[in-house]
């Protein structure tokens, strides 16, 4: 008796121009930019690089902000987007929403998994208590102080 080995098909990683044609298809905006792309849609986007096994983003995606993407920062009290000269922005529920759809879509554009705390909400890119004085260095800092 002959025995049968089944062999698994490799998936097939699509190159980094396939994906950026992807995201045409699916109604993204596309403009190269050095040794990748700002991908965008309306009020949102984000930047992508071309890296071994496919791409990689630079930052978070976040709402278009001139040349720059606004990232979002959770102040405790507020959310906001800031781009990185430290340009603010009040988050509202309308940007949010655009926001969470764009990552979602990419996602889904891009063939990645949506993972189950991401796709409840907005994620934010950088947590920013302005009662936790001296946190980074290990200081508390006590009201009574």
Known sequence: MEHMFFRRERPRV???QERLD????????VTP???GARVSRAECGVDLAEA????????RAGILSGSE???LVDGGFQKFFRTPSGARRPATADLLKALHDFEEDLKEALGETS???SSLGTVSTF??????TDRDRGVPKRAWD
């Open 33 to 35: 930019q050095g040794g």
């Open 22 to 29: 992807a995201l045409k298809s699916a109604g993204f905006t």
């Open 52 to 59: 071994p096994g496919g791409y990689r983003i630079d930052e």
């Open 69 to 71: 993407i606004a990232t």
């Open 127 to 132: 947590y920013q208590y302005d009662r936790l």
């Open 14 to 16: 699509p190159t980094f």
């Open 115 to 117: 993972l189950y705390n």
